[in-house]
């Protein structure tokens, strides 16, 4: 079974970036959709962006589109989430999260899910 662990998290200023990994055991990363999802307090967890297993397809959420960028590096295992121009309403526990075959925004769609890795953004 993969596992992946997430890192990166922390606490920036309005505008500031982070970069986000999420590394993942085993050699089948490849094989997987990586999604990254977010849960603010209170609030349902949500999509943010995906990536296909190839690397050539990505998708966002019109929160994020134009400020945040998913890439993977299946060499690696890992995958990547870059938080520019971040806003206080970034503010959220951020996910990783695996699956086969075709890509999903819906979080019942994933089985493999890491720990989480905490985002802060202050005004």
């Known amino acids: 079974q993969v596992q992946v662990v997430e890192s990166g998290g922390g606490l920036v200023q309005a505008g500031g970036s982070l970069r986000l990994s999420c590394a993942a055991s085993g050699r089948t990363f490849a094989f997987y959709v990586a999604t990254w999802f977010r849960q603010a307090p209170g609030k349902e967890r949500e999509f943010v962006a995906f990536i296909i297993q190839n690397g050539e397809v990505t998708n966002y959420a019109p929160s994020v589109k134009g400020r945040f960028t998913i890439s993977r590096d299946n060499d690696r295992s890992t995958v990547y989430l870059q938080m520019n121009t971040l806003e206080p309403e970034d ?10 075959n075709i890509p999903s925004a819906s979080v019942k769609a994933y089985d493999i899910w890491g720990q989480g890795t905490q ?3 202050s005004s």
């Open 119 to 121: 985002v802060t953004v």
């Open 91 to 100: 503010t959220a526990v951020y996910y990783c999260a695996l699956k086969t």
